[in-house]
């Protein structure tokens, strides 16, 4: 697996099972409409190691999938946190497409202009062969 084919595996788990909110992918022109949540989605390889010394080297690749929740100010949290229940239904603790994921975190960062900015993020790793 690549980094490339890994996020089409996680964009296309997420939107398939999403419709609560806008998904608005890394690098994508996106202009938010008033009064309504979304959500970006990015994924950030952090690490590549080698797992064994044999003739078929094996390397595990992680990172994190990153959940960007954008709430208009002042909304209250209800939403975002539902939002975040459903994410994890989704991806903490699975395995998908060679992906093994872990728990969710998250983050409040607050109020910026009219957003109030929660993050979540799932551990994921994965393992690549080279013969």
Known sequence: MNQNLLRQY??????????LTPIV???DDYTPEINQSYI??????????Q???TDR???????????????????GSYNTRNYIDEIAKLFAGK???NITTRSIQTE???KANEW????????YYYDSFIE
């Open 108 to 110: 409040k960062i607050g």
């Open 10 to 19: 996680v964009e296309t788990r997420f939107q398939s099972n999403w419709t």
């Open 116 to 123: 109030y900015l929660t993050i979540a993020f799932v551990e």
């Open 40 to 49: 970006e989605l990015e994924i950030e390889p952090e690490d590549t190691y």
């Open 57 to 75: 080297q094996v390397f595990r690749n992680s990172g994190l999938i990153v959940f960007k929740i954008f709430a208009p100010a002042n909304s």
């Open 51 to 53: 797992i064994n010394n």
């Open 95 to 97: 395995q998908f497409n």
């Open 25 to 27: 992918f890394e690098n």
